[in-house]
């Protein structure tokens, strides 16, 4: 099957639960809200994610330098998910490990299947509904898919990236870097080196 008809495909399956879910009842409505007006009065309480291994992070981004460009988005992925086996989601350390693992020419499936296993992060990256945007990415031709996400998603306002970055960025590289990165940022402070790792496994592989 071509490949890019199969990204749009998987995009499309990703997206097309949100409206097909049963609604709660009226009872789980209840605490759901109760819930919510509780956890909204409680002093913010920042989650702890265990301690990042910040001699290897530094010897991990240093490495970079001497990469081939063609190779440092695969070798960054491959830091993060050494690096950050204990501080992410399981599903998403074992879409890392299949996409570097994985030809490249499967990359983008690999991507969006691992994605869509964590579509929460997904929703706070974007600060959107996440399976909206997979399904809106299923109807964009593949060149414009890239724009899409920049307008949709705006990563600069994490503090990431600059919107200068992007225009040498894969979309789906970035969406991924950016749903790891809210992910730390919300337990730990991010490390120079992680930003470093998550910036480079964003960028587009030259000739690509």
């Known amino acids: 099957m071509n490949r890019r008809l199969l990204v749009s495909l998987l995009l499309i399956s990703l997206g097309a639960c949100d409206g097909s879910e049963a609604k709660p009842d009226a009872k789980a409505e209840a605490k759901s809200d109760a819930k919510a007006e509780a956890k909204s009065e409680a ?23 001497e990469t081939p460009a063609d190779e440092s988005s695969i070798v960054a992925m491959k830091a ?44 706070k990256a974007c600060d959107t509904d996440g399976r909206k945007l997979m399904r809106s990415l299923a109807t964009v031709a593949p060149e414009a898919r890239d724009s899409k996400v920049w307008e949709t998603c705006k990563f600069p306002r994490l503090g990431l990236v600059t919107e200068g970055d992007l225009a040498n960025a894969d979309a789906l590289m970035g969406m991924m870097a950016h749903m790891i990165f809210v992910h730390l940022d919300a337990g730990s402070t991010v490390s120079k080196p992680e930003r470093t790792l998550l910036q480079a496994m964003m960028k587009k592989t030259p000739g690509a």
């Open 43 to 65: 002093p913010a309480k920042k989650e702890t994610l265990p301690a990042v291994d910040e001699k290897a992070a530094e010897s991990w981004a240093a490495s970079l330098a």
């Open 80 to 123: 993060l998910a050494k690096l950050e086996v204990d501080r992410l989601p399981t599903s998403m350390v074992d879409g890392i490990v299949a996409v570097t693992e994985g030809p490249p020419d499967a990359r983008a499936v690999l991507l969006a299947k691992s994605m869509g296993e964590n579509m929460e992060l997904l929703d």
